[in-house]
Nanobody, 130 residues
Framework: QVQLMESGGGLVQPGGSLRLSCAAS????????IAWFRQTPGKEREGVSC????????FYSESVTGRVTISRDKAKNTVYLQMNSLKPKDTGVYYC???????????????????????WGKGPPVPVSS
């Protein structure tokens, strides 16, 4: 059974840092892309970052470039999202997602676009507030 489980969310003060984890089970990350999206009430799910585990390419949205790093640990079958210099506008529920076809991967990872074929984890909340 394909499953993604996020962890590491929680309240953080503006200017602080947080690392989210996305552990995969039921499949090996090596051949897939993993993306992080976030969502706040009343808004659409927004792409934050993606890593293509086939070649190590990484992608970031303009809003987080320079503050966020996505990485992978093959041995742990886990992808991480390190977020620094957090701002209140970074507040949201953070989801990691995976797709299993090349066309969807292009949209999700290169384009950071949401789609019906993405398999999501449950999403930890990350409130950024003082």
């Amino acid at each position: 059974q394909v499953q993604l489980m996020e962890s590491g969310g929680g309240l953080v003060q503006p200017g602080g840092s947080l690392r989210l984890s996305c552990a995969a089970s039921g499949f090996t990350l090596d051949y897939y892309a993993i993306a992080w999206f976030r969502q706040t009430p009343g808004k659409e799910r927004e792409g934050v970052s993606c890593i293509n585990n086939n070649n190590g390419q990484t992608f970031y949205s303009e809003s987080v470039t320079g503050r966020v790093t996505i990485s992978r640990d093959k041995a742990k079958n886990t992808v991480y999202l390190q977020m620094n210099s957090l701002k209140p506008k970074d507040t949201g529920v953070y989801y990691c997602g995976v797709v299993h076809d090349a066309k969807s991967m292009q949209a999700m990872c290169v384009g950071l676009r949401n789609g019906d074929t993405i398999n999501w984890g449950k999403g930890p909340p990350v409130p950024v507030s003082s």
